[in-house]
């Protein structure tokens, strides 16, 4: 039995906001030192009510209607989020009763930058296990809520946006290895350290990042992972059609595929549109391949994410 990706989908709010534009709203940088450095062209914001819920629905109904499904049909929900629309209740049941859901499994799943890949590897083992039928994964961010807007070190890097698939138990092929890790030590480098206490945010409620830290943590973690699922499922990287890692730094998209031995031209890209979409980036740059036809049916692809925690994930499937 496999967890087969039957349909995709994914939406990004509003127009898109340049480099250009940024810096016109007073942030002291400039397109050239983020495209040098990042790859980084423009993202999309969402405005200032926007909810991770109501991205990441558009995105869910998209997927279903590629997938045919009718939102009745899932028994699963998972939604990869490090910005719920609340502490509680999750983002996927407020999703779920958005679709008209009724009686799905629906929960969260905390796992920042590898949320998605983190939420893919649960979904399909439920899948296999033989416990739940039909599922759907996303991730769905508002990273601009938590962004320090003086601080031009992170503020440039981030964008807003959502992705979803449905995933179906299926004797034909599907997932063919998903890994999942964790090291808790690097906590520091990546985190939002602020906490709801007494009814007050008390501690910082920005993002804060050791940038050099992070990009050489992800680098390693993004290779490593990626030969573990390849090794899991007998296939060698050469074989893999498409790599689809977590979309937040150019270089180290393009360092990834050097260290794999992956050509450029089989590498996705959309950090240069969207920035760093956190948990969204990965199942928005599928969608985007799988609807322009870059990704075709029986080909393989490896999806991978790392982000704060530190945590890292992928999977590797037969599409
Ligand atoms: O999901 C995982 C999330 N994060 C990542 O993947 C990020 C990984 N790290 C990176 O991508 C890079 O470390 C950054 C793009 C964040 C930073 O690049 P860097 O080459 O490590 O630059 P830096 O932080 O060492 O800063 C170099 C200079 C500094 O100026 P001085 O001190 O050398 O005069 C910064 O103040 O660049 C300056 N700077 C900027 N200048 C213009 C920092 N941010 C900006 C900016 N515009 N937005």
């Not at 250009?20 to 709203?25: E, H, I, T, V």
């Not at 949320?115 to 083992?125: N, P, Q, W």
Request: glycine share 12%; hydrophobic share 45%; proline share 3%.
């Amino acid at each position: 039995m496999f967890a087969r990706l039957i349909g995709t989908g994914s939406y990004l709010p509003g127009e898109p906001v340049s480099n250009n534009d940024l810096a016109a709203r007073g942030i002291d940088t400039n397109d050239e030192w983020i495209v040098t450095r990042t790859g980084i062209r423009s993202r999309h914001l969402a405005t200032p009510g926007a909810t991770s819920s109501e991205l990441g629905l558009i995105a869910a109904q998209r997927a279903l209607e590629m997938a045919g499904v009718s939102a009745g049909d899932l028994d699963l929900i998972i939604v990869a989020t490090s910005t719920p629309d609340f502490i509680f209740p999750s983002t996927a049941c407020l999703i779920q009763g958005n679709l008209g859901n009724k009686g799905a499994a629906a929960f969260d799943v905390q796992a920042v930058c590898a949320g998605f890949t983190y939420a893919l590897g649960i979904a399909e083992k439920f899948i296999c296990s033989g416990s739940h039928k039909r599922a759907l994964v996303i991730g769905a961010e508002v990273f601009s809520r938590i962004l320090d807007w003086n601080d031009r070190g992170t503020c440039v890097l981030f964008g807003d946006g959502a992705g979803a698939v449905v995933l179906e138990a299926s004797e034909e092929t599907g997932i063919l290895a998903t890994a999942m890790h964790a090291d808790g030590s690097q906590n520091g480098i990546l985190n939002v350290p602020g906490q709801i206490c007494g009814g007050q945010v008390t501690g910082d409620p920005f993002l804060r990042m050791d940038g050099q830290a992070v990009f050489k943590f992800a680098v390693r973690v993004l290779a490593d992972i990626a030969e573990e699922v390849c090794l899991a499922a007998n296939c060698a990287t050469n074989d893999v059609d498409w790599l689809i890692p977590h979309q937040a730094n150019i270089r180290i998209i393009e360092a990834t595929g050097k260290r794999l031995g992956i050509d450029r031209s089989k590498v996705i890209v959309s950090v240069d549109r969207h920035g760093n979409t956190s948990a969204a980036s990965v199942p928005l740059a599928l969608d985007e391949a799988v609807r322009d036809g870059r990704i075709q049916r029986g080909q393989k692809v490896l999806l991978e994410g790392v982000g704060g925690g530190f945590t890292w994930g992928a999977a590797l499937l037969e599409f």
